[in-house]
């Protein structure tokens, strides 16, 4: 069983920078970041496949980063230039797919308990 335990939310300025981490205890071949805000449905912003491959929602591309470190079981998500309509419950979720295609939240096999991110 996977464990996924995100880390690294908090209050940042607009055009500030939050790194979030995500531990889990071995790999998975796809593996994403969600948040939802408060009223809004969850999303997905970004995403990883077994191959490196990534994907980012229209609203954070280019000021997101999503990236492993392997050695460390952890996965990051670098958010870069935040804006007050980041603020939201950060989730991190992963698959057992090589490839991360569309998989709605409900479809990933393993998703962690959330960090909050508020950006004033």
């Known amino acids: 069983h996977v464990q996924l335990v995100e880390s690294g939310g908090g209050s940042v300025q607009a055009g500030g920078s939050l790194k979030l981490s995500c531990k889990y205890t071995?790999?998975?071949?796809?593996m994403a970041w969600f948040r939802q805000a408060p009223g809004k449905e969850r999303e997905r912003i970004a995403a990883i496949d077994a191959v490196g491959k990534t994907s980012y929602a229209d609203s954070v591309k280019g000021r997101f980063t999503i990236y492993h470190a392997y050695g460390d079981k952890t996965l990051y998500l670098q958010m870069n230039n935040l804006k007050p309509e980041d603020t939201a419950m950060y989730y991190c979720a992963a698959a057992r797919r090589y490839s991360c295609g569309v998989l709605a939240w409900y479809e990933y096999d393993y998703r962690g308990q959330g960090t909050q991110v508020t950006v004033s």
């Open positions: 071995y790999s998975i071949y796809c």
